[in-house]
């Protein structure tokens, strides 16, 4: 039996029909029936994800989203392709990795374009479907931005770009696994486009990341504490692309991927009192998640075209260690996935 993961929250309620149009993630339903909302081709590639007739139901659309991503990543880890080479299969795993990744960071494209659901492959502000982040993830960028500038809306299927067959064959995918990893998006108005990140404290108190005033304003990012008092702005720093906020023992930690000029610092962390540049990676790499592991905190960083990423553990001295790697394990096996020491 495959022990599939599992974020949802499960109800005593009566399952509903099997009818899922424009079904909202709070509503109880079944597990196949939110998987589908997702994505129709649960029904074709796993219909055993209908037989559990319990109704759960979703914090968020973007946690429902993260669920059908960790599923689908699990049965193709437990099912690849038959005939692929080893560096295909290396591949092939490398990318699983950065898809749950990605699915645990939870920052998906906006559909503000068609009402309804649709695949957005990059939204406006830069973000990347799954299929799309893969694609940059291993180092063909400039084959995502041609798929959003020419069939931004199209789902796998429709997209007769030969390189897009080339690219999967390559990296250990068929063109239908890729269509069970698209999701699509409900349709969304962005509400506030200069908001980046926020943290809300267990006080109520929140803090802000905003991108710049104005056009004519330093073009910096900054960082605003949000009480009864009104807004205050505790600091500046670069504009770090795809920016990731965390509390952690009283202090908070920004991270991004910074600006090609300037500062290759990926993290700043607010003490309270001053904004302070750490620089946990060799090189200039970007912060795929911020996270607490073993109770510690936890960062994962991408350098642009490696599919593997690296991670960081801060120590009680404040500096920050090198996670091993996590070994390549044949298909089947289980690695752990707490691996701090």
Known sequence: MIMLRSTFLAFALPAIGI????????????????LFEVNDQWAAREPSAFADARPVRFPSEAARIAEHLHRVRQHLALDPPEGLSLPARSQRWALLEALDTYA?????????????RSPVFIDKLGNACAVGHLMITSGHAELAERISEELNLAYVHDIAIPEVAEWATTNGFTIDELAWIQPTYDHMKIRD????????????????VRGPASSGAAQKLRLLRKDLAGDKVLAT??????VKIMEYNGHLFIGGM???NGP???LYEWTGKSLQAQDPFTGRLGIGSI????GRLTIVGYALGEARPQERYLTEAGEWKEVPPTPTPEPGVVIPEERLP
Not at 19 to 34: D, E, I, K, R, V
Not at 104 to 116: E, K
Not at 237 to 242: A, D, I, K
Not at 291 to 294: A, D, E, G, Q, R
């Open 258 to 260: 910074p600006p090609d």
């Open 193 to 208: 486009p200069s908001l980046v990140a926020t943290f809300q404290l267990a006080n109520g108190d929140r803090f802000e």
């Open 291 to 294: 996270s607490v592991k073993n």
């Open 237 to 242: 720093l670069p504009l770090l692309s795809g």
């Open 104 to 116: 645990d960071r939870g920052i998906f494209p906006l559909n503000d374009i068609v009402a309804g």
């Open 19 to 34: 009818s899922t149009a424009q079904l909202p993630p709070g509503c109880p339903a079944t597990a196949g029936q939110h």
């Open 264 to 266: 290759s610092a990926e």
